[in-house]
């Protein structure tokens, strides 16, 4: 599977957008995607995830309630709707595809089999 995320840009804080990950190659729709995040100088972070179906969804604790994760299957894209962006949210985005096929969403990078090349996220205030 290879991932192409997209999306990125300049955004004022309080802001929004959306970011796509989409995969080609087979069996995209059994694997659960992740997006991470890192900043300049800091570990790539996980921000959300979600499983293979999409019937389950995970957020680290500083976007819960400003970031919904979600998928598509039939266009082997995923989603990640940034609203209420804050000049923290500045970071290098990253797709991931893990292949488990598991109910819950993995959150460590070393846990995903596939990543996508990333697309920056700008928040100025």
């Known amino acids: 599977v290879q991932l192409q995320a997209s999306g990125g840009g300049l955004e004022q804080a309080g802001g929004s957008l959306r970011l796509s990950c989409v995969a080609s190659?087979?069996?995209?729709?059994?694997?659960?995607v992740g997006w991470f995040r890192q900043a300049p100088e800091k570990d790539r972070e996980f921000v959300a995830g979600?499983?293979?179906?999409?019937?389950?969804?995970h957020y680290a604790d500083s976007v819960k309630g400003r970031f919904t994760v979600s998928r598509d299957n039939d266009k082997n894209t995923a989603y990640l709707e940034m609203s209420s962006l804050k000049t923290e949210d500045t970071a290098v985005y990253y797709c991931?595809?893990?292949?488990?096929?598991?109910?819950?969403?993995?959150?460590?990078?070393?846990?995903?089999?596939?990543w996508g090349q990333g697309t920056l996220v700008t928040v100025s205030s």
């Open positions: 991931a595809a893990d292949r488990s096929r598991r109910v819950v969403v993995k959150t460590g990078p070393r846990e995903y089999d596939f």
């Open positions: 190659g087979r069996f995209f729709n059994l694997y659960g």
């Open positions: 979600v499983n293979w179906s999409g019937g389950t969804t």
